[in-house]
């Protein structure tokens, strides 16, 4: 990743499902704004839902903090999902399809990743971070 | 009371889903539909979701789980209304809605299911 610039916009706890729904509007807000496409800002919205969600899930809090960045060539939108639960064994058995450790679809890492450009997970008991952005060229 | 109207048209049940649901809030919602589907012997019911400008896998369960749900009860769950954007996500992230009968909007939700006596599957 060849991020060169980072600035915080801002940060949503996750405590309930209420702020799945601020997390993700806020989302798609950020991307309309910097004129993403409406389907990037519905996959961008729709990745932060099954994210937060799973804070809800599994981890009982969270927060997701919104970032913008930038390179030469793009405009970048992340977002960092944060939360202090238990943790996920093994990330990259947890991001591939069908996979659930819970009672959802076993979708949510998997289909999350594929709405996104780039996807970074961090997880430990304790602490998981997981980064998502999505990115536009500069004309 | 219903957090969500549940409306009652020519012996077709209609239902909007327009907002984030809790656990609660669902099982509540699953429970009245089912209950006045058999009530009223209705011919079957249309899910709208034309409001829900993000479905996610959570969200999509829901519908399944719903249409499963009325399928044992012997009747027929119809979804309506799925937003473009929301069907290119969907597809997407690789959520697939099974065997689930959709339409494009109500009114063709509505007509499928009062044209004719729908033969059972």
Redesign the interface.
């Known amino acids: 990743m060849n991020i060169t610039l980072k600035s915080m916009i801002n940060t949503v706890q996750i405590l309930s ?2 702020d ?2 601020v997390a ?1 509007q806020q989302g ?1 807000e950020l991307a309309q704004n910097y004129g993403f496409s ?2 990037d800002q ?2 961008f ?2 990745a932060i ?2 994210l937060t ?1 799973n804070i809800i899930t599994y981890a009982v809090q969270g927060r997701c903090e919104f970032y913008t960045s930038e390179n030469e060539q793009e405009h970048i939108i992340l977002a960092k999902i944060i939360d202090h639960g238990p943790g996920i064994d093994n990330p990259l058995l947890a991001i591939t ?1 069908g996979y659930s450790s819970g009672s ?2 076993g ?2 890492l ?3 990743k ?2 996104v450009h780039e996807f970074l997970i961090e997880s430990t008991p304790g602490l998981t971070t997981i980064e998502i952005n999505i990115k536009k060229r500069k004309y | 009371m219903s957090i969500i109207p549940i409306l009652y048209l020519k012996s077709v049940l209609i239902t909007s889903i327009q907002t ?3 656990d609660g809030e669902i099982l509540q919602f699953q429970h009245e539909l089912l209950k006045k589907n058999h009530d009223l012997n209705a011919k079957g019911i249309i899910l709208d979701v034309s409001s829900l ?6 969200m ?2 829901i519908i399944t789980d719903t249409m499963s749900m009325v399928m044992l009860q012997g009747s027929k769950l119809v979804l309506c209304g799925v937003q473009p ?2 069907a ?2 969907l597809v ?4 697939v809605l099974g065997s689930m009968k959709m339409f494009l909007n109500l009114d063709q939700a509505f007509c499928f299911l009062t044209t004719k006596e729908v033969a059972q599957v």
């Open positions: 499902t209420k799945i729904i993700r798609r409406k389907g519905i996959r919205a729709t839902s099954e969600r399809d959802g679809l979708l949510g998997s289909g999350a594929r709405l | 984030e649901l809790t400008d993000v479905i996610d896998s959570y999509a369960k954007v929301v290119s996500t997407d992230m690789g959520v």
